[in-house]
């Protein structure tokens, strides 16, 4: 089983409609991202998590919302999807470094969604 | 602030090359350089990572120096291979943030 978990992989909405897009994670981490590929683009940052009580918004955090439910859990959602929307998600885990600038961000598989 | 510029692609070598995909950075402080890599239809995976100046980062014959006076991190392979087509992104970790680059798609023809 994967250490990162990410559900759906795949989903088709319409615009308008709301979305929640689930992480879980098995590796014990205290950190969690929440990352959007566009091509061309790279990765951004949308939320990030250092732990259960700690939220912070990312580079694009416009039209999204998360929720950290427990350590291991971390669901991002569009409240209302709008097609500038599409893209691959991806839910990243990291330890908390002992010293700043040692992590190493652990990935899901992913969760392509097109808004329509 | 924090950034990484990497170069765009995409690139298409021949089995056997030789390859480099630049990276450069700018960061307060001082991070630790990464370089990942993303199969087709998969998450992003650590292929090596550098944590100081002058550390050299290894793995699955792929090669990067983190060279502090330049702010380069380059990304090197002797001989690539049809497997290794996937997307590349270099990495810094600096101010408790990770920041990517945009990302090079490398391509490998036999």
């Known amino acids: 089983d994967a250490d990162v978990t990410q559900t759906p992989r795949n989903r088709i909405t319409k615009t308008g409609k709301r979305i929640m897009l689930e992480c879980s994670q098995t590796k014990g981490h205290d950190r969690m991202y929440w990352y959007r590929q566009d091509p061309g683009l790279g990765l951004r940052l949308i939320y990030y998590?250092?732990?259960?009580?700690?939220?912070n918004k990312g580079e694009i955090s416009d039209g999204y919302s998360v929720s950290r439910q427990a350590q291991a859990k971390f669901s991002l959602s569009l409240e209302s999807a709008i097609p500038n929307q599409t893209a691959l998600y991806f839910c990243a885990t990291s330890e908390t470094s002992g010293r700043a600038g040692t992590g190493e961000l652990f990935f899901g598989e992913g969760s392509r969604l097109t808004v329509l | 602030g924090n950034s990484v510029t990497q170069m765009e692609g995409p690139v298409t070598l021949s089995e056997e090359a030789f390859l480099t995909i630049n990276c450069t950075y700018t960061a307060t402080g001082y991070p630790s350089l990464f370089w990942y890599v993303q199969y087709p239809g998969e998450g992003l995976q650590l292929l090596l990572k550098?944590?100081?100046?002058?550390d050299k980062g290894s793995n699955k014959g792929f090669e990067a120096t983190y060279r502090k006076e330049t702010t380069s991190f380059h990304l090197e392979k002797g001989s690539v291979q049809v497997s290794d087509s996937a997307v590349y992104f270099c990495?810094?970790?600096?101010?408790?943030?990770?920041?990517f680059g945009t990302g090079t798609s490398l391509t490998v023809i036999p």
């Open positions: 550098a944590t100081k100046a002058d």
């Open positions: 990495a810094l970790h600096g101010s408790n943030q990770f920041y």
């Open positions: 998590s250092f732990d259960v009580k700690d939220i």
